[in-house]
């Protein structure tokens, strides 16, 4: 599976931005799937997931009730809307897939899938 991953930008601090994760094959639409960032000198971190179902969805607590995850397996991708942005925000977003659920949520870079990343840059 490849993903390729498109959004963010510049944005000031309370402001919305969305990335979106696109998967070359069909199959990704059954694969759990998440988001990750990166901030310059930062090791990587969770940021949230969803269940290939969509019934299910986990968030890092630095962003829960501003960011929603959500996945359209119609079109095969993985979205993530990011609301009420900080300059803590500020990072490059990766999409991530996993058949496995535990792997997927870990720290483990070993997944089936990243996508290149993209940035979000939050200006205060």
């Known amino acids: 599976v490849q993903l390729q991953a498109s959004g963010g930008g510049l944005v000031q601090a309370g402001g919305s931005l969305s990335v979106s994760c696109a998967a070359s094959?069909?199959?990704?639409?059954?694969?759990?799937k998440g988001w990750f960032r990166q901030a310059p000198g930062k090791e990587r971190e969770f940021v949230a997931a969803?269940?290939?179902?969509?019934?299910?969805?986990v968030y890092a607590d630095s962003v829960k009730g501003r960011f929603t995850i959500s996945g359209d397996n119609a079109k095969n991708t993985v979205n993530l809307r990011m609301n009420s942005l900080k300059p803590e925000d500020t990072a490059v977003y990766y999409c991530?897939?996993?058949?496995?659920?535990?792997?997927?949520?870990?720290?483990?870079?070993?997944?089936?899938?990243w996508g290149q990343g993209t940035q979000v840059t939050v200006s205060s």
């Open positions: 991530a897939a996993d058949a496995n659920w535990g792997v997927l949520l870990s720290t483990n870079p070993n997944k089936a899938a």
């Open positions: 094959e069909r199959i990704f639409s059954r694969y759990p």
């Open positions: 969803i269940t290939g179902s969509g019934v299910t969805t």
